[in-house]
């Protein structure tokens, strides 16, 4: 695949299906259900999003298969990007392509369009991995070849084994939002994006904070709940405010759209989560327009304040 052939280049947002099915972090069956989330992924479909981002570890295949459901009762085409999950038990030679055909099998696909390394886990190597992504590359199941989570070393070696076969490094999903900049500062995203591999942004919203709904009286529940502190939802409020400020002067944009604008400004891919129409028409509100060269200025200090 050469640059120009990198489809992921033309994607400008796609939609996360992480909570499609997850009871145990999202909370799928209480407060949303299928219906819900069928209805986000309609609202994406119409507002133009082909790219959905699942994997095999997602509610233990439920995420795949409700994609996999959704997607065929529609004529449209669609992107799918999966994940395989390099469990340091998974030794043997074999298990990179029995999952992928697992994963097939739930999407109901005789192939997909984007395949993930989900971590870099050991003991395997990268280069081993690769090895294996090729085959089944070659075995024509799957188009693109990414990972995820990798850092700079990674991908570097991931790029190069890629690169000795013949095929190129796609994508590297990581975590990257106004929140959480750590791809910016390493270099990881210059990296990236001086090989062609497309940066694909995840938990875009840092899994809702960005959307302003969330602070120290009303914190997220459960698990999400867990993992954010008191302070950080205090120091919050000041950059929701700068994105407020922000989305007016853009024509009155909500907080949301103004956290995946400034994704995409930065050169990256965001495929925010939504659980139900109404998020998800709100984050494809985020596309058509661009955030000025001052406003990126501002919540990137704004934003600074916050995780420092
Ligand atoms: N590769 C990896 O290791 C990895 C890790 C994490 C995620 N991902 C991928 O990235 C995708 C997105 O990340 P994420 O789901 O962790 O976080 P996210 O996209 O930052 O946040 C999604 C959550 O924010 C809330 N939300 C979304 N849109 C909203 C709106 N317009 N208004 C108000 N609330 C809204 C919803 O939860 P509430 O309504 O409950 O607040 C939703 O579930 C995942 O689905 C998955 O595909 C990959």
């Known amino acids: 695949m050469t640059e120009e052939d990198n489809w992921l280049n033309k994607i400008e947002m796609g939609v996360g299906a992480w909570a499609w099915g997850d009871r145990w972090f999202w909370g799928f069956g209480g407060k949303y259900h299928e219906k819900d989330v069928q ?12 790219l959905i981002d699942t994997a095999e570890a997602y509610a ?52 997909v369009d984007l395949y993930q390394m989900h971590w870099p886990i050991p003991p395997i190597s990268i280069e081993n991995w690769m090895n294996r992504m090729a085959e089944v590359h070659q075995a024509g199941l ?33 975590e990257y939002h106004l929140l959480d900049r750590r791809i910016e500062k390493s270099g990881l995203l210059k990296q990236c994006q001086e090989l062609g591999i497309r940066v694909i ?4 919203l840092a899994q809702g904070l960005l959307t302003g709904k969330y602070s120290a009286q009303i914190p997220p529940r459960g698990v999400r ?16 405010a700068q994105m407020r400020k922000i989305g007016v002067l853009h024509g009155d944009k909500t ?49 600074d304040k916050v995780s420092g």
């Not at 295949?61 to 009762?73: A, M, Y």
């Not at 942004?201 to 875009?204: E, G, K, V």
């Not at 709940?225 to 929701?240: A, H, N, P």
Request: with cysteine.
């Open 39 to 50: 209805e986000a992924f309609e609202a994406s479909l119409n507002a133009g999003i082909r």
């Open 60 to 111: 233990q295949g439920e995420s795949e298969r409700l994609v996999g459901k959704f997607v065929h009762n529609s004529s449209e085409r669609f992107y799918i990007a999966t994940k395989f999950m390099p469990f340091p038990w998974r030794l043997g030679k074999g298990t990179l392509k029995r999952s992928l055909r697992n994963s097939l099998e739930r999407l109901g696909m005789e192939k």
């Open 142 to 174: 799957v188009d693109g070849i990414g990972v995820s989570n990798y850092d700079r070393t990674q991908t570097q070696r991931a790029f190069e084994e890629l690169t000795r076969l013949g095929i190129r490094l796609a994508s590297n999903q990581v």
């Open 201 to 204: 942004a995840y938990s875009p």
């Open 225 to 240: 709940g867990s993992r954010v502190t008191k302070t950080t939802l205090e120091k919050l409020q000041g950059l929701i």
């Open 255 to 303: 907080p949301a759209q103004v956290a995946l604008n400034w994704v995409i400004c930065k050169g990256a891919l965001p495929i925010p989560g939504a659980k139900n129409q109404a998020q998800a028409v709100q984050n494809a509100g985020a596309l058509g327009w661009r955030l000025s060269e001052e406003a990126i200025e501002l919540l990137d200090d704004a934003a």
